[in-house]
């Protein structure tokens, strides 16, 4: 197995699980301390990688790195490595807009291109990529983030086409709230809400709202690999916002922020 983001949340909670069930696994992160925190809770054979996935050169020498060392075939690639920015439309900073979709969305590029050729190869195995709810509803504040998270549901479904007579399989995954530093590490310049909350303020809402762990979500996108899925929703949102982006395309968000005004059951039992 190969896992970008292997850091921390997702990717390491994948990289936890596979290992502990026997795979070996090659991981790969920007984050050469969390990657090595991660490798050190591994129990089988694992090769680390510091790796800046936009880096389109790398990720080749990554997954000839990866052939040479893997004693079986390779059966997934994860590309999973991910960041955020939260800014309105008309406050959006390019430079900010730019390094999220070269991480978010041609990372998975650079990985798919580096890693099919091996599959492909050898006649089987799978692509996942991880996109997001918001890769299925636009929300505000999140216009960046958004279009690199649909652009990874459009490429990854255009590929899914292309291997259709094949034994190689392209997978989605759309996260709905996962608790994770994703939030904490975005580029925020500033509220956009107008409400003058700090970042640490924003990361603490967000991770109030998550409705799944990293080791949930790990153990639903595993599930979702082995029974053969082409879509993986993973947490009770995503099947909320899948469901919203079919009833109600153009007018989500009013039934989203309705919903979110609701007091949780936990609180109303108080």
């Not at 390491?12 to 696994?25: K, N, Q």
Request: net charge neutral; charged share 25%; hydrophobic share 45%.
């Amino acid at each position: 197995m190969v896992i970008t983001g292997a850091a921390s949340g997702i990717g390491r909670a994948l990289a936890t699980r596979l290992s502990r069930l026997g795979s070996p696994v090659a991981i790969a992160d920007v984050d050469e301390d969390g990657l090595k925190a991660t490798a050190s809770a591994l129990h089988g054979k694992v090769l680390t990688r510091v790796l800046d996935v936009r880096d389109a050169e790398d990720q080749l020498r990554f997954a000839g790195e990866v052939r040479d060392w893997l004693p079986a075939p390779l059966a997934a690639v994860f590309n999973n490595a991910g960041v955020a920015v939260t800014s309105s439309v008309l406050d959006a900073v390019p430079e900010d807009d730019d390094w999220l979709h070269d991480i978010n969305f041609r990372g998975v590029v650079h990985g798919t291109r580096a890693f099919l050729p091996i599959l492909t190869e050898q006649g089987e195995g799978a692509i996942v990529n991880t996109s997001s709810v918001f890769g299925l509803l636009g929300m505000p504040y999140q216009s960046a983030y958004c279009a690199a998270k649909f652009a990874v549901r459009g490429f990854t479904d255009s590929l899914r086409q292309e291997l259709a007579e094949s034994a190689v399989r392209a997978i989605t995954v759309h996260p709905g709230g996962i608790t994770t530093n994703i939030a904490r590490n975005a580029r925020v310049r500033r509220d956009p809400t107008g409400l003058g909350r700090s970042r640490e303020e924003m990361a603490a809402q967000f991770e109030a709202m998550t409705m799944t762990s990293p080791d949930k979500a790990a153990a639903i996108i595993h599930a979702g690999v082995d029974r053969g899925k082409a879509r993986i929703l993973v947490g009770p949102d995503a099947y909320l916002f899948d469901a919203l982006a079919r009833v109600t395309p153009t007018h989500y968000n009013a039934v989203l922020t309705r919903l979110m005004r609701r007091p949780r059951r936990t609180e109303a039992v108080r």
